[in-house]
């Protein structure tokens, strides 16, 4: 996979003169659809692992677009896809693990899916992405905390919206509930899980 340096455009809103016009007088938005890089994109996950060490992961295959306004990228719909059997820890045998029944069970639920249902404003370039995550055939409602890094254009002309987002679940909440305990009383692997996207998405048409 090659590497490349991007750079990054940060844009304030613009400053004028005259009052904004009204919704009456604004021109329709315009959406249009970008896919998700996932060559120059990542689905990470943070786990505890024995109370106190982290685990961290990654899903290696992946996709999914925006629609958004370019001229107003924290608004707009998002939809992702991962499969779940391309989990990787650097272990595998903990990595057929999480394939199996007891986490993920990759065999009967091949589709991680993410999709939302409305977009909060949190100030500047930053945002709330609501919507549902689906994980084993279950779904439950989720919000990211989610920023706005930029727009750019690569070495080819392309242009670019680079987004991160976090947050955290319960597996449990999905019907993953596999443990054991510890003598200390505590769980051998947590019951939370941090979820960390990074994407860049070019147009659909580049």
């Known amino acids: 996979m090659g590497h490349y340096l991007v750079k990054v455009r940060l844009r304030p809103p613009a400053r004028t003169g005259f009052p904004a016009p009204s919704s009456a007088e604004r021109p329709p938005m315009t959406v249009s659809t970008w896919n998700i890089d996932a060559s120059h994109s990542s689905v990470l996950f943070v786990a505890r692992h024995m109370v106190v060490a ?25 939809e992702m896809s991962v499969e779940t059997a391309s989990i990787y820890t650097g272990s595998s045998d903990r990595d057929a693990h999480l394939r199996s029944p007891d986490f993920l069970d990759a065999e009967a639920a091949p589709k991680l899916t993410f999709r939302s249902t409305r977009i909060e404003p949190a100030g500047g370039a930053s945002f709330r992405l609501l919507g549902d995550l689906t994980i084993r055939n279950v779904t439950q409602p989720v919000a990211f905390d989610a920023r706005h890094i930029g727009t750019s254009k690569d070495p080819w002309g392309n242009s670019r919206l680079i987004y ?21 009383g505590g769980w051998l692997v947590s019951e939370k899980i941090d979820l960390e996207l990074d994407i860049q998405a070019i147009p659909a048409t580049a």
């Open 54 to 78: 982290r685990v961290h992961g990654r899903f290696e295959r992946f996709s999914g677009i925006l629609r958004v306004n370019p001229e107003q990228p924290t608004q707009g719909e998002v």
């Open 164 to 184: 991160s987002a976090r947050t955290t679940v319960n597996r449990t909440d999905y019907g993953i509930r596999w443990n054991k305990t510890l003598d200390n």
